[in-house]
C-alpha cells in the first residue's frame, strides 16, 4: 500500500521560514518524480514544486527564490524549504508522486497545513 506522509506545517510568522518533510513507503521512491501542490481555502489546489529522479526541480512562479524542493532517495524523504514566507502562503501542503515523465499526480498525501499569521 502506497502511503505518503507530510509533517512539519504550522504556524509561522511573515517573513520566517519552514521546511516540510514528506515520508513515503510501499514505492520505489527513487523511481518517482516527486512534488508539493498547495491548497488555499476558496481555491483550487497548485502545484508548487517539482523535483524528477535525477533531482530536476521546477517552480511555480510564487514561490521562486523563497522555495526549495530536495530530496533523500536513501531515506525516501522529499523537503519543502520555505524561506520569506508571506500570509498568502497560507494552505494545506501535499506531498504527491507523478506519472512518470508528466504533470499528473499519482498518489497524495493527507496534506499538512501552514499558516502565515502574525
Known amino acids: 500500500q502506497v502511503q505518503l506522509a507530510e509533517s512539519g506545517g504550522g504556524l509561522v510568522q511573515p517573513g520566517g521560514s519552514q521546511r516540510l518533510s514528506c515520508a513515503s513507503s510501499?514505492?520505489?521512491?527513487?523511481?518517482?518524480?516527486m512534488g508539493w501542490h498547495r491548497q488555499a481555502p476558496g481555491k483550487e489546489r497548485e502545484l508548487v514544486a517539482r523535483?524528477?529522479?535525477?533531482?530536476?526541480?521546477n517552480y511555480a512562479d510564487s514561490v521562486k527564490g523563497r522555495f526549495t524542493i530536495s530530496r533523500d532517495n536513501a531515506k525516501a524523504l522529499v523537503y519543502l524549504q520555505m524561506n520569506s514566507l508571506k500570509p498568502d502562503d497560507t494552505a494545506v501542503y501535499y506531498c504527491?508522486?507523478?506519472?512518470?515523465?508528466?504533470?499528473?499526480?499519482?498518489?497524495w498525501g493527507q496534506g499538512t497545513q501552514v499558516t502565515v499569521s502574525s
Open positions: 504527491n508522486t507523478f506519472i512518470r515523465d508528466t504533470y499528473n499526480a499519482l498518489h
Open positions: 510501499g514505492i520505489i521512491f527513487s523511481g518517482y518524480d
Open positions: 523535483i524528477t529522479r535525477g533531482g530536476k526541480t
